[in-house]
């Protein structure tokens, strides 16, 4: 079982200014590595305070600098925002860097927030998504390359910082479209999940839907396909603690589904107000749902979700609103101290039977 942490960068507000919530990113990163973690994800948004990390390969490459052996991912390169021939060329240069270490994860986008003030509609997003998928191989593997499509065009190239993983880097899919999820399995990439803040019902459901996206494509989910789950989780013996964690989980959220549903509202057009919603969980139904409370708690529970759902990777999510910095990385060497390796020995080869 590989860990990762997963860093949105986020601003909760002006009392964090842009550059502490860009050294907190790094620093996480950095601790994360001491601590053992396999990966650090760092997500694409733009425009407003839900996510301050514009170009993930750009976080990739000077993390790569400030660490040795940990992974550096990107959760995710929203593709239809990209020029194709930059984008081929900066992955090549983002592995070269890390020595080999990126995971180049890819989605299609859905904050038509960010779409508009690129230029592109949205609604051309999975057409222009595919194309990527289409160019992504033959730049990233052939000396010389082209493609002519709807929306992309590329005249005979060559990229000339090439990618140190041979034949090119692992690509991590995201989608909650079981169209694209299935080209992502039969194209033998990996998928990247969530559950959102639901609990074990919504991750028994998840894994029905993958199972039948994996069989609908001619493959087996759990032989054939490698796919991560992206998880909310924190361990403490302190309510209060956990309360501050929980209360960012759900700001993300609030800002999340009010840029996706186009009812963002800001003062300043920037800072989008944090506004509550009917279908919000409250804090008591997050705490059901989620690895959160005592170190073993959330051990019995990240197993208990791990033997419904099977994935290879689980990311956490760290940095999100205001959590506290210095809180926040005890937690990640809490991680890696206690928890990560007691998950891990439970699912060492003898006990898979119990798992299984």
Not at 44 to 70: C, D, R, W
Not at 104 to 120: A, C, I, W
Not at 306 to 316: C, D, E, Q, T
Not at 336 to 342: C, D, H, L, T, Y
Request: aromatic share 8%; with cysteine.
């Amino acid at each position: 079982m590989e860990f990762g942490v997963f860093i949105l960068a986020q601003q909760r507000g002006y009392h964090q200014t842009s550059q502490q919530v860009i050294n907190n990113s790094i620093q996480q990163t950095v601790v994360a590595e001491q601590a053992g973690f396999d990966s650090a994800w760092y997500a694409e948004h733009h425009f407003n305070n839900y996510s301050l990390s514009p170009s993930p390969l750009m976080m990739v490459a000077h993390m790569a600098a400030k660490t040795k052996q940990i992974r550096l991912g990107t959760a995710v390169c929203i593709l239809p925002l990209y020029q194709p021939a930059r984008f081929l060329a900066e992955v090549g240069f983002a592995d070269t860097v890390s020595n080999g270490r990126l995971d180049l994860g890819v989605g299609s986008g859905y904050q038509e927030f960010e779409f508009e003030r690129f230029g592109v509609d949205i609604a051309d997003s999975g057409a222009i998504y595919n194309e990527f998928l289409d160019i992504l191989p033959k730049g990233l593997t052939q000396q010389s390359f082209s493609h002519e499509g709807r929306f992309l065009k590329v005249p005979p190239s060559s990229i000339a910082v090439r990618c140190l993983q041979s034949p090119m880097p692992p690509v991590w899919v995201t989608s909650g479209n079981p169209v694209t999820l299935g080209r992502g399995v039969r194209e033998n990439y990996n998928l990247f999940v969530t559950a959102l803040l639901n609990g074990t019902e919504a991750i028994r459901g998840l894994r029905e839907r993958l199972d039948k996206v994996a069989g609908d494509n001619g493959k087996d989910l759990d032989r054939d396909v490698k796919f991560g789950f992206l998880r909310c989780a924190y361990a403490s013996d302190n309510k209060a603690e956990i309360d501050a964690y929980l209360q960012c989980a759900l700001f993300q959220r609030r800002i999340s589904e009010s840029l996706k549903y186009r009812r963002s509202q800001s003062d300043d057009g920037y800072m989008i107000k944090e506004v509550p919603y009917e279908t919000d969980p409250t804090i008591e139904q997050m705490r059901s749902n989620l690895p959160v409370g005592s170190v073993n708690q959330v051990i019995d529970r990240m197993l208990e979700e791990i033997s419904i759902l099977k994935p290879k990777h689980i990311a956490i999510q760290t940095q999100l609103g205001d959590f506290d910095q210095k809180t926040m990385l005890r937690q990640i060497e809490l991680w890696g101290e206690r928890i990560i390796p007691a998950i891990r020995k439970e699912l060492s080869p003898h006990q898979n039977r119990r798992l299984a």
